[in-house]
């Protein structure tokens, strides 16, 4: 099993909902995943609850609680022995004793991030608090920052001048747009089981074809990070 994990010291970064479209997009690919909530808010709880009554989940999905050290080193523990192929770790905001665990035990690290100033200085802060923590345990882990709720429309000049900023560090070369699908995917629940249901509808093919670009996006991001994990077990 290889643990990716979501993490900024940014509340609000978009940490949960870049994991819920790379969620969907591994269990479209047939990968079972688990999910450790090590947010006491319990958003990905939530989403599981909101996405079962709809129906709109995978049963090749679980949701773990991993809020606390012990129920990390659980989570990892039972994920690891069930088969699962994956876990997404969603952490809190914010530096701390369970976030650093999660880092040092990732196998990729993802860090979200919008394009505005303030986001931009707390995704840097991330990377070098990341980049420090993995020095000091003799780690080497892939990561990526994810630019996110990147307008569809033309960049305004302070936009595009953190755009290239952080170009000068690791990233995706796919940013997640600010699309409805994205927002709604906590009500609705996994991407690809909300457009089958919107398919069968014919009023909503129009949102069916939004949708379905927030997926393709989704999809890029999910492509790369299983590309960055193989090479790691290649050892390349
Ligand atoms: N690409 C996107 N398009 C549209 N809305 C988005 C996108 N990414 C995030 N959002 C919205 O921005 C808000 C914050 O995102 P999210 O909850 O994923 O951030 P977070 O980093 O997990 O926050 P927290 O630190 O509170 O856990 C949410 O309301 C979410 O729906
Ligand atoms: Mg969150």
Redesign the pocket.
Known sequence: MELVNFT?FK????????LMAVCSCLLERGKKVAIFEA?D?R?ISKWRDNAIEKGTWHDNCSVLIADTLSNFEAAYEEASKSGYHIALADS??GGSNLNDMILINSDFIVL?TALTTLDADEVIETYQHVIKTLAREGLEIDLAILK??VPTSKLTQSQMRTSTLLDELPVFSQP????DA??DM?FKGLLHQTILKMKQNPNDALHASHFQKAIDEADIITADILSALENATNGN
């Open positions: 900024s509340g609000g970064a978009g940490k949960t909902t870049a947010d808010n958003p809190q905001g979200p996110t709720r997640l747009h600010l699309r994205f927002a906590k």
